[in-house]
Structures are given as C-alpha cells and as structure tokens.
C-alpha cells in the first residue's frame, strides 16, 4: 500500500524557518518523483516544489525559488521541504505527492499525482 506522510508544520513567525518531512513507503521510492505542494483557505492547490529521485533534478514554483530547499535522503525513503524566510502568504496545508517521473509535464501539475499524504499545517504569522 502506498502512503506518504508529512510533517513539520507549524506555527512560525515571518521570517523564521521550518522543514517538511515526507515519508514514503510502499512503492520504488527512487523511481518517483516528489512533489509539494500547498493549499490555502478558499485557493486552488498549488505546486511548491518537485524532486525527480531518478536524476536529482528539482524544480520550484516562482514564489519560492531562493527561499524553499527541497531534498531526497534515497536511504530512508524521505523527502525534505526546507523553508526559509517564509512569509505570512506561504500559510497553508501543505501536501507531499508521488508521481511516475515518465511522462510527468514540464510543470508538474497536481493532476499527474496519484498519491498523496494527509497534509501538514504550515501558519506564518506577521
């Protein structure tokens, strides 16, 4: 059974920082790919950030890029969201997804997820 389970979230003041952790079992962890990605009250779900555990390769949504470190430990099937600066609009639940790296778009849309954890609550305050 596959199940992805974040955590980490918090409440943190602007400009502070948190890591997201995502633990992932029940398939090929390094076959995948890993995304975050977010969802604040009343807001589509967005994209955050994707690893391709088959290369390495990353990717960021514009709002973050500089700011948010994302990261593979291959060993102990966990995925990392590292979160700097952060700003009271990164508040949100924040969501870890798997996804089959062939085929997956250039932009990673949420869509082409199949498997998803529960979410964490990420609350920056100003």
């Known amino acids: 059974e596959v199940q992805l389970v974040e955590s980490g979230g918090g409440l943190v003041q602007a400009g502070g920082s948190l890591r997201l952790s995502c633990a992932a079992s029940?398939?090929?962890?390094?076959?995948?790919?890993i995304g975050w990605f977010r969802q604040a009250p009343g807001k589509e779900r967005e994209g955050v950030s994707c690893?391709?555990?088959?290369?390495?390769?990353?990717y960021y949504a514009g709002s973050v890029k500089g700011r948010f470190t994302i990261s593979s430990d291959n060993a102990k099937n966990l995925v990392y969201l590292r979160m700097n600066s952060l700003k009271p609009e990164d508040t949100a639940v924040y969501y870890c997804?798997?996804?089959?790296?062939?085929?997956?778009?250039?932009?990673?849309?949420?869509?082409?997820?199949?498997?998803w954890g529960q979410g964490t609550q990420v609350t920056v305050s100003s």
């Open positions: 690893i391709n555990n088959r290369d390495g390769s990353t």
């Open positions: 997804a798997a996804a089959d790296p062939m085929g997956l778009s250039s932009n990673w849309p949420a869509r082409e997820f199949d498997n």
């Open positions: 029940g398939f090929t962890f390094d076959d995948y790919a």
